[in-house]
């Protein structure tokens, strides 16, 4: 870690202590708007169809689920607020906390938590994470505010999978008479916030949810989102007060943008990180030495310090550092005969050219892209760059047609606190979405991820999480770069903004000091 790093403790709301020091709180304000610079924009606003966190993040500010993801290591109460689980850890049944309202003043319902969990659990509507919902056997309300679920299955991360944004609370009348397509533009929801008005491509504008049932939250009237893609523009709009929140500093700028008045850089742990992710039914991706060959000729530790200022780690996972990470497994080292020798004994000796997509307007990922085309040359692979907006990358990369892509830092992280979010998405063809788009169908693979989440045993499932650790950084199609941390630009009189595990916000919490 460079020495100049500052990690900012986020304003806390309550009386606590710092160092072993008695620290002041001071009471939450209501009332005031808050803008946020962000390089991401939604695609979609319906909890059901969301891939990208560009939409999940809004999503999570507009929607309750009945379990929630917070600062504690495991799931907290949310639109449930307390449930058992039978011995068998088969049926669980949750009470509903009462006097929770949607957005639009209607009751949720047993009701509307039936439909939204049925729709979690049908595979034909929860097309992306089909695997999330599939343990689900079967629901009831056995009278206004008691919830069974019935599983078909012990499912290891049941709690987690429902404290993801996917299985929403959302009001069955609003859905049925909308339409999916029309409530992902103008969605209603119990969260802390509604939508007033979103411009495809400039600004998602919140509103205070009126109805809300956490008691005084939010504190904020108004939160306007605007989709800044190039980091220096949204550097310019925190620097000079256009903005409150600028997220994703670019790693150049963090020295800079902390020295400035009334701003400061909060960098955090999250569950984030960055690769470059390969179509395996695309020649000649499918081949585990030609992937060994480009991690092998990645200089992923060279690329930390220059690229990153120390800011991060080199990744030795597919996927995030999440809960049953292990550190023995060692990542690839920088080491060019290896890559030769792997592209030697692969299906393309002589080596290949090929396109790979990445985000436009983002200098760190076109560095880094650009480095990988003249570290990749070296062994006789020719990578040509194709940038192109956040929107279009996710609709061609899911096409299926497309060889190569990475995304932003910014745009890859758990939604959970466990590993089978990531692992079922990951490294389950039969998960919703085919490997992340990759193809990869390995049939051990697909073993250890059932096995994981089939026992609530930590010890079996730290286990097998591990070992499915070890198989896929030998043969998933991807390079495996960094793990991110959280970097977010804010004012000094926003208080309680703090980046969760997961990288989300609890939006609810966050105030302005006069």
């Known amino acids: 870690m460079s020495r100049w790093l500052k990690f900012v403790i986020p304003a806390l709301s309550a009386s606590g202590l710092i160092g072993g020091v008695a620290v002041a709180q001071e009471t939450p304000v209501k009332g005031g708007s808050l803008v946020v610079a962000r390089d991401s924009e939604p695609l979609t606003l319906n909890p059901i169809g969301a891939s990208d966190n560009g939409s999940i993040f809004m999503i999570v500010q507009i929607f309750d689920t009945l379990v929630e993801t917070r600062d504690a290591p495991v799931p907290q109460p949310g639109i449930a607020e307390s449930w058992t689980v039978s011995d068998d850890s088969k049926t669980w049944t949750f009470t509903l906390r009462p006097g929770v309202k949607f957005s639009n003043g209607a009751d949720v319902t047993c009701d509307d938590v039936k439909f939204s969990i049925d729709r979690f659990a049908d595979d034909k509507i929860n097309v992306s994470y089909g695997g999330f919902g599939s343990s689900i056997e079967s629901t009831a309300c056995t009278d206004p505010s008691t919830f069974v679920i019935q599983l078909n299955r012990v499912e290891g991360a049941f709690l987690d999978y429902l404290s993801t ?73 925190v620097e000079s007060g256009e903005a409150n929140i600028a997220t994703e500093v670019p790693y150049a700028q963090i020295e800079r943008i902390e020295a400035l008045d009334g701003v400061h850089v909060q960098i955090e742990d999250v569950m984030a990180w960055d690769a470059i992710w390969f179509n395996s039914r695309k020649e000649p991706f499918g081949d585990p030495n030609v992937i060994r060959a480009l991690n092998y000729a990645t200089p992923k530790e060279a690329m930390l310090q220059s690229l990153m200022r120390g800011a991060g780690e080199v990744a030795n996972h597919v996927i995030a550092k999440v809960k049953y990470w292990d550190s023995a497994v060692e990542p690839y080292p920088y080491d060019l005969e290896k890559a030769k020798a792997a592209l030697a004994a692969s299906s393309v000796p002589d080596g290949f050219e090929f396109s790979c997509l990445i985000v436009a307007g983002d200098q760190f990922e076109l560095q880094q892209a650009q480095i990988l085309q003249s570290e990749w040359a070296k062994i006789g692979v020719k990578l040509n760059i194709d940038a192109v907006d956040t929107g279009t990358i996710w609709t061609r990369w899911g096409s299926g047609d497309e060889s190569c892509f990475t995304f932003t830092g910014a745009g890859l992280s758990s939604d959970a606190l466990s590993d089978d979010n990531l692992a079922v998405v990951f490294f389950n063809f039969n ?36 070992e499915l650790q070890r198989l896929v950084m030998d043969e998933f199609p991807a390079v495996p770069l960094f793990f991110i941390k959280a970097r977010t630009a804010v004012a000094d009189d926003v208080h309680g903004f703090k980046t969760l595990p997961v990288k989300w916000w609890n939006l609810e919490d966050v105030w302005l000091k006069p």
């Open 165 to 237: 944004f996917i299985p929403s609370i959302v009001p069955k009348a609003v859905v049925e008479e909308m339409g999916e397509e029309a409530f992902a533009q103008k969605p209603v929801g119990s969260g802390p916030f509604m939508v007033e008005e979103w411009v495809r491509g400039e600004r998602l504008v919140l509103a205070r949810n009126p109805y809300y049932w956490k008691d005084g939250q939010p504190y904020l009237d108004k939160i306007t989102v605007e989709y800044v893609p190039d980091e220096n523009t949204r550097m310019l709009r």
């Open 431 to 466: 998960g919703g979405i085919e490997s992340f788009w990759t193809g990869w169908n390995n049939a051990k693979a697909i073993e250890l991820v059932t096995k994981a989440g089939g026992t609530i045993d930590e010890a079996v499932r730290t286990e097998t999480f591990q």
